[in-house]
């Protein structure tokens, strides 16, 4: 599991965010609203044993979200994956919890 996931503090240098291009700031919102939606959909997916519909979601939550500059998104997104690869649910759920706490507490930064 990568290092900068485990660790239960997120530093506010993590949670202030300048995306890398100014062009996507707009599409920032929607963005983090449907990433909100995705963790409620994992916590359901979680719930009811579906680790491969939820492998994918935290795929495409580590693949997206450098795009936008949110690279502890991303690193999250990677831990995940690799938690529920392994089955290991005590893993996935803390990991899960600091995603939502992140996407509760990131803030974005005009360019």
Known sequence: MDRRSEGKRTSDHELLV?????SVLPLLPTFLARCRERVAT????????DHASARAIAHDLAGSG?????ELLSSLGRSLETALQAR????AD???????????EVR????
Do not use: H, M, Q, W
């Not at 300048?18 to 100014?22: F, G, K, N, V, Y």
């Not at 994992?42 to 044993?49: A, V």
């Not at 450098?66 to 949110?70: A, P, R, T, V, W």
């Open 18 to 22: 300048t995306p890398p291009d100014p």
């Open 88 to 91: 290991d649910r005590r893993a």
């Open 108 to 111: 974005i930064l005009p360019a």
């Open 42 to 49: 994992l916590e359901r997916l979680l719930g009811s044993e």
């Open 66 to 70: 450098g795009s936008f500059g949110l």
């Open 94 to 104: 803390k990991v899960l919890d600091r995603l939502r706490r992140y996407l509760e």
